[in-house]
């Protein structure tokens, strides 16, 4: 009987253990910036400060919610216009300047799941997340491959990412590495080929629409 009841103590607290840091909220991630993020050293401080001042992230919830709120197969996006290269180089920060951003939510979303979705971004992205100009509703599509790289993000006539895997040809210097990391907190990042990324919204007074740069990143995020 001490036995038994022991083995049962002990199940108890595993559970329990386990509970406790169970994953809230997992899904997809998707992120392309205005600059390469797997480069040479040479070429990103010849950049620093003149280009990656722009960005896309998105993330799609393939389990679980925020807040108490159920956000299962919904996504959200996040648009940013800095004054200087954002991001960091994983050695010193950068001295990005001031930061603009939009929400883009998941037209299927409640305004519970809205509010849920935004609180979310606000906390994955708390640093570029400051000065929210706009928060809008969109038709929001993603789909990683992480097997071929391949990542495709729309949000209507809004927003759009779409990448494919790096490949020899895409080594200019032989020196390459991932010089700047992910904007939000994530899992298993690949640098990926950004065959295009493009902003046509009129949240942040400008738009942009770049093609053809190794600065991409594939992931996934669990909290």
């Given at each position: 009987m001490r036995a038994i009841g022991a083995f049962t103590l002990l199940t108890v607290l595993f559970v329990a253990a386990q509970s406790t840091y169970a994953v809230k909220i997992r899904?997809?991630?998707?992120?392309?910036?205005?600059?390469?993020?797997?480069?040479?050293?040479?070429?990103?401080?010849?950049?620093?400060?003149?280009?990656?001042?722009?960005?896309v992230m998105a993330w799609k919830v393939d389990e679980g919610g925020w807040n108490g709120t159920d956000l299962e197969g919904l996504s959200v996006a996040l648009?940013?216009?800095?004054?200087?290269?954002l991001g960091n180089d994983g050695i010193f920060?950068?001295?990005d300047g001031w930061i603009d951003s939009v929400i883009l939510v998941d037209e299927n979303a409640s305004d519970e799941q809205q509010r849920a979705l935004v609180a979310f971004v606000r906390q994955?992205?708390?640093?570029?997340?400051?000065?929210?100009?706009q928060i809008e509703r969109a038709s929001l599509t993603l789909?990683?491959?992480?097997?071929?790289?391949?990542?495709?993000?729309?949000?209507?006539?809004?927003?759009?990412?779409?990448?494919?895997k790096l490949g020899d040809q895409d080594c200019i210097c032989t020196n390459e590495m991932v010089y700047y990391q992910p904007l939000a907190d994530v899992h298993y990042a690949v640098p990926a080929y950004s065959l295009k990324q493009s902003y046509a919204g009129d949240g942040l007074n400008c738009r942009w629409s770049t093609e053809g740069s190794r600065s991409a990143f594939l992931a996934i995020f669990k909290k």
């Open positions: 899904g997809q991630y998707l992120e392309s910036r205005t600059c390469d993020v797997y480069t040479g050293p040479c070429f990103a401080n010849g950049e620093m400060g003149l280009v990656g001042k722009e960005a648009v940013l216009k800095a004054e200087k290269t920060p950068m001295q994955s992205a708390a640093d570029y997340t400051k000065n929210v100009k789909q990683n491959d992480h097997s071929t790289m391949e990542g495709v993000f729309e949000a209507g006539d809004v927003a759009e990412i779409r990448t494919r």
